[in-house]
């Protein structure tokens, strides 16, 4: 399944949000949208995701607007940066509301969340209190929501994050992206709206890097990350060094208009 | 459903039902259990003690029991709805939109109709108002101390339009507006009962919206990647609560804190998922005016307690401490 951007444009009133967006995000690869603050990264992210509906998304040429809701939440999990919930559920009742769209069984549904609770290591956390929780342990129960609305049909699904690791320290960070690549490893898509640029080259497939709404560079993290590229987009002068074939940046100062 | 919240729901079931006897028995008049039982089968022609049980205290048990349920179960799916465990159909103003509608209908419409079902209309109507204008405001401003801001004022417009209707009223009329303002349950009879059995059924439509509301409690972004449709869901949402509390308003007055306290109980006894919250915050809320307003008659009897005095006396402090353990996680 290949989910299908073809000249893609996004406005709010008059203001125009992304214009002229080519991509396809395929399966078993991760992708990373980079870019300055207001480069249209999480705009993007949406209206691929199904979030916001623009003409010209398509999924497996068909589009992706005549999905329902529920048949597309069968097929893509989206995970925002921060989570609003602020009721006393418990960890195994949030894993659960990833099931909704479905209308699986319930001894399926509860396979499915062992399975996930069991791959993502969440034995210890099943019984605590979401809210009672630190910022690192309730994403990776997120995660797990999310993965428990997909894990049946992973490697036909789409899985969106944005930002996912703005609160995580550096254990949890590296253990998300464990998770990616193993989500990845078994056919799903993966998309990630990422600040952090050394991240994003480290894990991801390829790189989309957007300014002004528009597509600046595409390609591997070696194509895209280049002190020309990130010179135009950011408005630095930064040294790139290569790390077992990952570019990384090293922002060294501010270019003064 | 686990074994431990089988066992809280009987146990909520039973205390309705024994409570319920209890207050059969009690009163200006006591009725001995076995009489109860006897005047309910029938068989025992007393006209004193069967007037009392079956005119009088039966239909404002029952009464009791709706009302407290519908305030309490609208109060859960608006708590869901909101994303706030502190938002309620009084504290946001659908109960006093609900009361101001009922008094202006009272006032200028009811003297040539004396009718308890537009009273009730003309209440559902103003409840709705008020919710879709808090909704309102909520949704430009997008926080929720926003809403519970202009809950507040709308509060106050309609305790002051309320009073200025005194003025204008005649005598009669003002004592029913008064009324409004304590929230009692002493007008109960059967013609109050037919309009209140529709609240069953709104809670039955209510919990069948158990899995969307848990939805949108992760955020309405969240909600509609989980296919749920947001905007279709606010409109139930808001017309059986605003029609729940509407009824409630219309046949007893404003009964505050039933809504906010008895969901929060039932989170922190039985777990916060909407398909245990409705329903046994119904059973509990039902319960819970029940017990206040047959303190309300008892205590000081003949003469009674307004059961919104009451549930105002227990719920305020208890709001307050709500508060005040928050410490600020609460996002107002």
Known sequence: ?257 | MSINKAVKFILLIFFLVAWSVFSLSVGAAKVSIPDIFAVLQGSKVDNLQSLIIMELRLPRILLAIFVGAGIAASGAAIQGLFRNPLADPALIGVSSGAALFGALYLVFIGVFFQALYGLALSAFLGGLLTTCLVLEVGRRDGTISAMLLAGVAINAIAVACIGLLSYISSDVQLRSVAFWALGSLGSADWNNIYIASLIPLIIIALSLESARLNAITLGEAEALHLGVSVRSLRVRIILLTALAVSIGVALTGVIVFIGLVVPHLVRLTMGSTHQTVIPASALLGGLLLLVADTAGRTLVAPAEVPVGILTALIGGPFFVFLIMRSKGSLGI
């Open chain 1, 1 to 257: 399944m290949t989910l299908q951007l073809r000249e893609v444009s996004f406005r709010i009133d008059s203001k125009l949000l992304l214009s002229n967006i080519n991509i396809s995000i395929q399966p078993a690869k991760i992708v990373s949208f980079i870019g300055p603050n207001g480069a249209g990264k999480t705009t993007l992210l949406r209206v691929a995701s199904g979030a916001l509906s623009a003409p010209g998304v398509t999924l497996d040429s068909k589009p992706l607007k005549a999905l329902t809701p529920e048949g597309r939440a069968r097929k893509f999990a989206f995970l925002n940066q921060s989570s609003e919930l602020n009721f006393p559920f418990k960890c195994l009742e949030v894993l659960h509301l990833g099931r909704i769209p479905h209308r699986t069984s319930r001894r399926c549904n509860e396979r499915i969340v062992e399975e996930v609770i069991n791959s993502l290591s969440l034995d210890k956390l099943v019984d605590r209190i979401y809210t009672t929780m630190s910022g690192g342990e309730k994403q990776r129960v997120q995660i797990g929501r999310i993965l428990c609305q997909v894990w049946d049909n992973i490697d036909s699904a789409f899985v969106f994050f944005d930002e996912p690791t703005a609160e995580l320290d550096l254990a949890h960070q590296l253990r998300f992206f464990d998770t990616v690549k193993m989500l990845a490893a078994r056919g799903a898509s993966i998309s990630l709206v990422l600040h952090d640029i050394n991240l994003a080259s480290r894990f991801s497939d390829e790189l989309i890097l957007l300014k002004s709404g528009k597509i600046l560079a595409i390609g591997s993290p070696r194509e895209v990350v280049t002190r020309a590229n990130i010179r135009d987009a950011f408005s630095v002068q930064a040294e790139v060094h290569h790390l077992s074939c990952r570019p990384i940046v090293q922002a060294n100062s501010v270019i003064k208009d």
